[in-house]
């Protein structure tokens, strides 16, 4: 997660989750993520992205996730979120499952396809539901589940990230908050799990983070 998705939850989540005593507006909280924006162009994110993002958070807050158990979380839930990422960027895809077949590294990784998709979805929430254990270790576990579905042509990385720390909040956690700097490494590790099958640094990561 870079510099800018740190402000965001900063200023947005904590704001949005955690301390409705310290409020900013909804103009306010735009403005000053805008100027990070321009101060950093580096990172990557448009000003829509930002302010789909904050209509995101404004979706889990409406539907206190925060404060609600894990088998709150739905198949539907994933779908209106990234419908919201994605709003005005491609609406066409936005909150649909991919129909085409993506793979990483010229085929070494092959996402499921896209009749399997929906299975695949209901799949893993099912997973999520029962399992128990380290809340933490469930919430990185199910970050990586879904990024390795990869249900939609964009956003996913967005949708994962929203995920895993929708459910470390709801553990009782502060979010994970990943430095730019550390974006690549972070990305490493995840294809290493997907290619590999070899988790160990993909859970270290989180461990020294």
């Keep these: 997660m870079n510099k800018l998705f740190l402000n965001i939850f900063l200023l947005v989540n904590f704001n949005l989750f955690c301390t409705p005593d310290l409020e900013f507006s909804k103009q306010e909280q735009l403005d000053i993520i805008k100027k990070e924006v321009i101060r950093n162009p580096k ?24 404060n609600k158990s894990k088998k709150e979380i739905t198949v539907q839930t994933i779908l209106d979120l990234h419908k ?24 070494s990784y092959i996402f499921p396809q896209s009749y399997e998709l929906k299975a695949k979805l209901d799949e893993f929430i099912k997973w999520l539901h029962e399992t128990t254990g380290d809340s933490v270790k469930v919430a990185i576990d199910a970050h990586l589940k879904f990024v390795n579905i990869h249900p939609f042509l964009d956003g996913n990385g967005r949708t994962a990230k929203l995920l895993l720390n929708i459910l470390l909040i709801q553990a009782g956690y502060v979010p994970f908050l990943l430095d730019l700097e550390k974006r690549d490494a972070f990305f490493v590790t995840i294809k290493k799990a997907q290619v590999e099958n070899d988790l160990a640094d993909y859970y270290d990561f989180f461990l020294k983070n």
Excluded: C, M, P, Q
């Excluded at 491609?90 to 129909?99: C, F, P, S, W, Y």
């Design 84 to 107: 919201l990422i994605l709003k005005d960027i491609d609406n066409e895809n936005a909150g649909k499952l991919r129909t085409t077949t993506v793979s990483i590294d010229n085929n």
């Design 43 to 66: 990172y990557g994110y448009s000003n829509l992205e930002v302010a789909n993002l904050i209509k995101a958070l404004e979706l889990i807050k409406t539907l206190n996730l925060v």
